[in-house]
């Protein structure tokens, strides 16, 4: 992982959070930014929003008053923990140094499951400076798994159904395609079935640009008129158009394929919806 230190300064601790972000996409890592109690913390948050917007693993670290003095007006005393409820995968303040490697085990843990995404961690003055008994430790081993998460064959089954007989059938995959390695799973379904591909956000690069079925310049056109689109792992947003006239026609069948099963059927009806 990305570690950027920031101990004071506003333009730098915004910087540090948008460097961790960036770094997480360029690795498809985690990167992991250090900042501050205080401003350092609130200048940070633009950065987080941007890495939950765009679902990148990242992890911010924010220092904090002294356990003993809270809530007595320390130095940069505030809230923060709750300041990243809403734009984080997980937000919390980790209580004393014994239990530091089991909060960030699961920080990684819940940055890199299922759609990544921003965790925020509070650590405290004492809690940082305070020493642990090493016989008290747990070191956490093996503290996550790599699995990928199975389609339901039925599912597939039915968005096999909509392809065999469709006439104009297209593909639109994104960012999280990258996220999840997944560019030759791509490249084997499209020359397979033989169906034209489009990518946006940090999809594109998921097929080389001289692959025959990797399309650019057309999108508008090929995407409002197919019989059957697959949706794959990109979200029903403003890029999209949020799947409704005239980027994509009220006719065609969609096959939408996503880790997040919320975003199913999110702003667009779809005939078939496969979590995976």
Same mark, same amino acid.
């Given at each position: 992982?990305?570690?950027?230190?920031?101990?004071?300064?506003?333009?730098?601790?915004?910087?540090?959070?948008?460097?961790?972000?960036?770094?997480?996409?360029?690795?498809?890592?985690?990167?992991?930014?250090?900042?501050?109690?205080?401003?350092?913390?609130?200048?940070?948050?633009?950065?987080?929003?941007?890495?939950?917007?765009?679902?990148? &693993?990242?992890?911010?670290?924010?220092?904090?008053?002294?356990?003993?003095?809270?809530?007595?007006?320390?130095?940069?005393?505030?809230?923060?923990?709750?300041?990243?409820?809403?734009?984080?995968?997980?937000?919390?303040?980790?209580?004393?140094?014994?239990?530091?490697?089991?909060?960030?085990?699961?920080?990684?843990?819940?940055?890199?499951?299922?759609?990544?995404?921003?965790?925020?961690?509070?650590?405290?003055?004492?809690?940082?400076?305070?020493?642990?008994?090493?016989?008290?430790?747990?070191?956490?081993? #093996?503290?996550?798994?790599?699995?990928?998460?199975?389609?339901?064959?039925?599912?597939?089954?039915?968005?096999?159904?909509?392809?065999?007989?469709?006439?104009? &059938?297209?593909?639109?995959?994104?960012?999280?395609?990258?996220?999840?390695? $997944?560019?030759?799973?791509?490249?084997?379904?499209?020359?397979?079935?033989?169906?034209?591909?489009?990518?946006?956000?940090?999809?594109?690069?998921?097929?080389?640009?001289?692959?025959?079925?990797?399309?650019?310049?057309?999108?508008?056109?090929?995407?409002?008129?197919?019989?059957?689109?697959?949706?794959? #792992?990109?979200?029903?947003?403003? #890029?999209?158009?949020?799947?409704?006239?005239?980027?994509?026609? $009220?006719?065609?069948?969609?096959?939408?394929?996503?880790?997040?099963?919320?975003?199913?059927?999110?702003?667009? #009806?779809?005939?078939?919806?496969?979590?995976?």
């Amino acid at each position: 992982a990305f570690v950027g230190m920031v101990l004071g300064g506003a333009s730098p601790t915004e910087a540090a959070a948008h460097a961790a972000d960036a770094y997480a996409r360029v690795t498809r890592g985690v990167g992991v930014a250090v900042v501050t109690a205080g401003p350092g913390v609130t200048d940070a948050l633009t950065g987080v929003a941007n890495a939950h917007a765009a679902s990148s &693993p990242m992890i911010l670290l924010g220092g904090a008053a002294p356990i003993f003095n809270q809530s007595r007006g320390s130095l940069q005393e505030m809230e923060q923990v709750d300041l990243f409820h809403r734009i984080s995968k997980w937000s919390d303040r980790v209580p004393s140094p014994e239990l530091v490697p089991l909060y960030l085990a699961k920080a990684f843990r819940v940055a890199l499951s299922g759609r990544p995404g921003p965790v925020f961690l509070e650590l405290a003055w004492d809690v940082l400076c305070n020493g642990a008994d090493e016989a008290s430790l747990q070191m956490p081993e #093996r503290y996550r798994t790599d699995a990928r998460q199975a389609p339901d064959p039925r599912k597939v089954d039915e968005a096999m159904a909509l392809l065999k007989p469709a006439e104009r &059938p297209a593909i639109i995959a994104g960012s999280s395609l990258y996220w999840d390695g $997944a560019w030759e799973a791509l490249r084997r379904f499209c020359e397979t079935a033989q169906v034209p591909v489009y990518l946006n956000g940090a999809g594109r690069g998921c097929l080389p640009a001289g692959h025959p079925l990797f399309f650019q310049h057309t999108r508008k056109e090929a995407l409002s008129g197919p019989d059957v689109v697959f949706v794959i #792992r990109t979200p029903f947003d403003f #890029r999209l158009n949020y799947g409704s006239e005239p980027t994509f026609s $009220a006719e065609s069948k969609i096959v939408q394929v996503d880790i997040d099963p919320t975003e199913i059927g999110r702003n667009r #009806r779809v005939e078939v919806g496969i979590i995976a």
